[in-house]
């Protein structure tokens, strides 16, 4: 525990940019639940949202330790509070099923039986690296910010619900009892990022299982923890290659597939499924044409000495040949 | 074109003779209590009341669409299948215009006629299962181009695909409000069009399966793999012609009355011919369909409900048409054709159903199941199209011969073009 307690004392530098209040009512807890010098991940006070990122820029995310979760959903009910959505059901019924994250609760928090006992697994949008939500978007209303948060912009939203069937955690939800529905999702706090403020979760988690982050610093904090106590945790980061790489990592004490995570869903970037068929499009679209308009004048030719006949008035030939 | 001669006074005039004709021809022609217009109207009512509903309460209102399966029958069956099955207009016009195969001139009007509508309805039918219709503009002429998606490329296909088969069309119409030059004109832009179209075609066949690509995870093994594309497009030739022979018999029936002589002389040897196509490409659908079987090691998944759900596709609906349409060609017989055309039509809305709906997570035990209203809004949808294919026909001419003073020139080599055959007349 000691090496941990030294790499936040490295890299817990007070938050660039951030307000001075703010910083001086930081307390060791505050540090905890960010990494990285720029706690607000590069995302300084005044920072414009849609600055291009720089070679050097990196997206932040959010490391979940499952082990330190204590299953008390103070990140569903801020969450709920932070967008405007109906307080969460706090009984106890509710968590006697599985759920997803829905159009009412971007954020939800599922308990699983294990042989290490009782896990709690909060869930979200995994904001992944290379997200198949944004690639499938046709009005790029999905969009993927190059601070790591992935967004969705209401004024260019169509509704066509392609994001929906793309995504491989079946996060996007949509209201349908809605005449002017919209597509609901955690946006990792984008708005409060922008306000170099941390994700709602992540300031309230009261058991610092939440940590805000560059994910390159997170990856780190994430393996000295795996390797500063290697029985306590299967020797895996979820997150780190799964689809691309997400900008969530998760830790635990038990293997993903017991805890709702999918284990098929492979190291490629979704995106790059559909990638094959696009790049083919500019080519069938100037090849194709010539093509065809090649084969066109040959047939013409072939068929030239019937043509000439015909422009000249011998036209019941042709008929007759087709009766 | 001729109005460009007009001055603004003549043009009014113009204008007000054409609406005057147009709305003549806007009354009805025949008789009005069809067993058919009796069963269609209530329903095309009920369907328009339950749209009303949808858009002022949302889809969940009047579907059974949920976060789970946010695509249902519209998407699926309207346009995903639909699609497939407006495929008979670019491969009768690669057949024609390219080819030039003249054996397949009568039908083309009619087919293009018939994609045109297909389109225009069913693509269409995307429009009332979207979400947030009135963004539709975005993706077209906003600042919002999403070019790595294959929807975007989807959209814009259709939208010009639309086009291309306006202008094809077009000539039809010319001739139907009596514009001679217009005629010409428009007529000597076919090629083009339809070369635009077959190119435009090939691409949104194919993207139709690769909206799918992306549903990886979700979709039964059996019916995913990289190829879907590749196995859609293959898919829509004889999708569309098996639609084309049927509608074809359908007409002869229906229209009957209004066929030029060379369209029922013709009949014969056009089914047979498109039939013949039509087992070729089944044959290397099925060819395709075993590759990607035998690579993807699926045997074993065969041995489960799914599978054998599987199997009833490919064997019962892709193999068993196949062979009926060698046979039908060998022995020449046009109502095994018909049979066989229309197995492969219910294989294709098999395969597209099973690709949007049933393998969508094949996983999950809460099955979507499309509600009534969804139903009654596809039959809408599809009513719809043939009330206004019937109009179009009954006025037109599409299966009729041309005006005389097209029909001289248009019956024999339509293929070079009306304008050429016009300045030589
Ligand atoms: S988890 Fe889904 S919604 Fe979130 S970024 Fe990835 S693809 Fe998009
Ligand atoms: S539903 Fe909206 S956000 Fe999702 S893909 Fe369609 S347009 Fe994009």
Redesign the interface.
């Known amino acids: 525990m000691a090496s941990e307690n030294d790499a936040i004392a490295v890299t817990g530098a007070v938050p660039a940019g951030q307000a001075e209040s703010e910083r001086a009512g930081m307390d060791r807890r505050g540090f905890l639940k960010t990494l990285g010098a720029a706690g607000a991940c590069a995302l300084t006070a005044g920072h414009a949202a849609a600055a291009p990122a720089g070679p050097d820029e990196e997206p932040c995310g959010v490391l979940v330790d499952t082990t330190r979760c204590a299953g008390c959903r103070t990140c569903e009910r801020v969450c709920a509070e932070a967008h405007g959505l109906p307080a969460p059901d706090e009984s106890d019924d509710v968590m006697k099923v599985v759920r997803s994250p829905s159009e009412r609760a971007l954020t939800v928090v599922n308990r699983y039986e294990t042989r290490a006992g009782e896990v709690f697994v909060k869930r979200q949008c995994m904001h992944c690296l290379l997200p198949a939500c944004a690639s499938a978007c046709l009005t790029r209303a999905m969009f993927k910010t190059p601070e790591g948060p992935v967004v969705w912009r209401e004024k260019k939203c169509m509704g066509c619900r392609f994001c929906m069937v793309s995504c491989p955690f079946e996060v996007p939800r949509f209201e349908y009892h809605s005449p002017v529905p919209r597509i609901v999702k955690c946006s990792l706090c984008w708005d409060r990022l922008k306000a170099g403020q941390r994700p709602a979760c992540v300031e309230n988690c009261p058991a610092e299982a939440l940590v805000f982050g560059k994910r390159s610093q997170l990856l780190e904090e994430a393996q000295r923890r795996i390797q500063g106590s290697p029985e306590t945790y299967v020797h895996q980061i979820y997150g780190e290659r799964e689809v691309g790489g997400t900008s969530y990592l998760y830790l635990a004490a038990v293997p993903f597939d017991q805890l709702g995570f999918r284990a098929d869903l492979g190291d490629t970037a979704y995106p790059l499924l559909t990638r094959e068929f696009l790049y083919g499009v500019p080519v069938v679209l100037t090849l194709l044409p010539a093509l065809l308009l090649a084969i066109s004048n040959a047939t013409k030719e072939n068929q030239d000495p019937s043509h000439h006949e015909a422009t000249h008035g011998r036209l019941d030939a042709h008929t007759g040949n087709r009766a | 074109m001729a109005v460009s001669t007009l001055t603004p006074g003549t043009a009014l005039r113009e204008a007000g003779g054409f609406l005057r004709f147009f709305l003549r021809e806007l009354k009805p022609k025949g008789k009005l209590l069809t067993p058919f217009n009796l069963l269609s109207a209530p329903i095309m009512l009920l369907g328009v009341v339950l749209l009303v509903i949808r ?7 009047i ?1 059974n ?4 399966y ?2 249902g029958l519209w998407v699926g069956f309207d346009v995903i299948t639909g699609v497939a099955f407006a495929g008979g207009a670019y491969v009768v016009t ?1 057949m024609v ?4 195969q ?2 397949y ?2 039908i083309v009007r009619i087919t293009v006629l018939n994609g045109l509508l297909a389109y225009v309805f069913y693509a269409g039918a ?1 429009l009332l ?5 009135w ?2 503009v ?2 077209i002429i ?1 600042n ?3 070019v ?6 989807v ?1 814009w296909h259709f939208l010009l695909y639309m086009l291309a088969e306006f202008i094809e069309f077009s000539p039809t119409v010319a001739e139907w409000v009596g514009r001679r030059r217009a005629a010409r004109v428009l007529g000597s832009l076919t ?1 083009g069009a339809t ?2 179209g ?2 435009l075609s ?2 949104h066949q ?2 139709l399966g ?9 979709i039964h093994p059996l019916w995913y793999s ?1 190829f879907i ?1 590749i196995l859609f497009l293959v898919s829509s030739v004889f999708a569309g012609l098996s639609m084309v022979i049927l509608e074809g018999t359908i007409s002869r029936k229906v229209f009957g009355a209004r066929m030029s002589p ?1 369209h029922h ?2 009949h014969r040897g056009i089914v047979l011919g498109l039939s013949r196509v039509c087992a070729g490409t089944l044959f290397v659908y099925l060819f395709l369909k075993a590759l990607v079987f035998i690579h993807g090691q699926q045997v074993p998944l065969l041995a489960t409900p799914l599978g054998l759900w599987f199997l009833v596709e490919v064997a019962g609906f892709v193999l068993v048409p196949c062979v009926l349409f060698a046979l039908a060609v060998r022995r020449e017989s046009l109502a095994l054709c018909r049979v066989a055309a229309a197995m492969t039509l219910v294989g294709i809305v098999l395969n597209r159903l099973n690709v949007s709906i049933v393998a969508f997570r094949w996983y999950d035990p809460v099955r979507y199941v499309p509600s009534w209203g969804e139903v009654v809004v596809t039959l809408t949808v599809i009513f719809a199209e043939i009330w206004v294919l019937r109009w179009v026909v009954e006025r037109m001419p599409v299966l009729s011969e041309a005006p005389g003073w097209v029909s ?2 248009r ?3 339509p ?2 073009g009306h304008a ?2 016009l300045k ?2």
């Open positions: 858009f002022a309460r949302g889809l969940g209102a579907t669409l949920s976060q789970d946010p695509w690669f215009y390219v080819l030039r003249e054996k001139h009568p995307l299962d979207l979400g947030r219709p963004k539709v975005n993706p906003g919002s181009f999403g790595s998606s294959v929807m975007f490329l959209a090629l070369i635009f077959i190119t090939t691409l194919s993207g690769a909206l799918f690509l992306m549903a990886k995870s979700k990289e594309p060379v002389t013709s001289v020139v019956a024999p080599v293929a070079t050429e055959l030589e007349a």
